[in-house]
């Protein structure tokens, strides 16, 4: 099960910095490219494994529940993620 963090703090660059200049990515943008890379690349090694995404705040939203991994787990479960509110981690 992938927990994908989509709390305000992912608009910040990887220095923290709240306003990231436009050359710099967000964390958000970050973790989506490293997950679609991963996804891809599992998929397209048929690496035999069962794979969920779980995106929080302060609230929990299944995406995709475990399952054998599927072409369109890109589009059922990271299109249209928004980086907003608070998490419940603690750092």
């Not at 608009?11 to 890379?37: F, H, M, V, W």
């Not at 069962?50 to 529940?65: P, Q, S």
Request: glycine share 8%; net charge negative.
């Amino acid at each position: 099960m992938v927990c994908f963090d989509r709390s305000g703090s992912m608009c910040c660059d990887l220095n923290g910095n709240s306003k990231p200049s436009p050359e710099e990515p967000t964390r958000l943008t970050i973790a989506t490219q490293y997950l679609t890379s991963f996804v891809n690349k599992t998929y397209g090694y048929r690496v035999p494994c069962i794979l969920g995404l779980i995106v929080f705040n302060h609230e929990l939203d299944y995406r995709c529940h475990l399952s054998p991994l599927i072409p369109d787990f890109e589009d059922n479960g990271l299109k249209g993620i928004e980086a907003q509110g608070t998490t419940h981690l603690k750092l």
